[in-house]
């Protein structure tokens, strides 16, 4: 079955520093999305990515944030300056034209 | 803007005792999605069971069903023979039936089955 692979499964950043996270959605899915769950809370919308922009985003995605898909495989998500509350996990998920969300195991985010 | 609202924070029950769990949304659309995901210590988001808005029959998943009642916009899932590897959390998610649309969470209700 296809799957949506996220890497690294664990990031510790120090505060300020700029970081990436990486996707690589279903191949033949055309809506791409970055989730944001702090820990202990619920899933969070950050970010959904159709034809090579941005189709919506969340007042969670401010200037700090940016996603970009460079070479038609690779969904990233890039955080440029992390705040202690940016930790938390992060999920890529992809959507194709039938119905159906999948999604990654998550980037484990931790700011220090 | 569509609004998704699980009251129980955590559950608990025997194993082989079945469970529901609660979910209630509000949304001016006619046509949508909803869908129930698991997630375990991983943290994984794993989709357990999904329903169209359109369909009147409840979906079934083996030992996890919904009980969909469109007009008072609940949703809730019911977890037959209670095992030990479905302590987890439970998200309910409602999704737009739209090409692009993205799925709104509710809390999550975290369920503990005891041996």
């Known amino acids: 079955e296809p799957e949506v692979t996220q890497t690294p499964s664990h990031q510790v950043t120090q505060m300020g520093q700029e970081v990436i996270l990486r996707c690589v959605p279903i191949?033949?899915?055309?809506?791409f999305y970055w989730y944001r769950q702090i820990l202990g809370q619920k899933v969070e919308f950050l970010v959904s990515?159709?034809?090579?922009?941005?189709?919506?985003k969340s007042e969670i995605f401010d200037d700090q944030f940016s996603v970009e898909r460079p070479d038609g495989s690779n969904f990233t998500l890039k955080i440029r300056s992390t705040k202690l509350e940016d930790s938390a996990m992060y999920f890529c998920?992809?959507?194709?034209?039938?119905?159906?969300?999948?999604f990654g195991s998550g980037t484990r985010l931790t700011v220090v | 803007a569509q609004t998704v609202t699980q009251s129980q924070p955590e559950m608990s029950v025997q194993e082989a005792e079945t469970v529901t769990l609660s979910c209630t949304y509000d949304?001016?659309?006619?046509?949508?999605?909803l869908f129930w995901y698991k997630q375990p210590p991983s943290r994984q988001m794993i989709l357990v069971i999904r329903?169209?808005?359109?369909?009147?029959q409840n979906a079934t998943e083996n030992r996890f069903s919904v009980n969909f009642q469109k007009a008072a916009k609940s949703f809730s899932l019911k977890i037959s023979d209670s095992q030990l590897g479905d302590t987890a959390m439970y998200f309910c998610?409602?999704?737009?039936?739209?090409?692009?649309?993205?799925?709104?969470f509710g809390e999550g209700t975290q369920l503990t089955v005891n041996p």
């Open positions: 998610a409602f999704d737009q039936e739209t090409s692009g649309s993205r799925l709104t």
């Open positions: 949304t001016s659309e006619n046509n949508y999605y």
């Open positions: 998920a992809s959507k194709g034209i039938a119905y159906g969300y999948t």
């Open positions: 191949s033949n899915h055309l809506y």
């Open positions: 329903q169209e808005a359109y369909k009147q």
């Open positions: 990515f159709y034809n090579n922009e941005i189709s919506e």
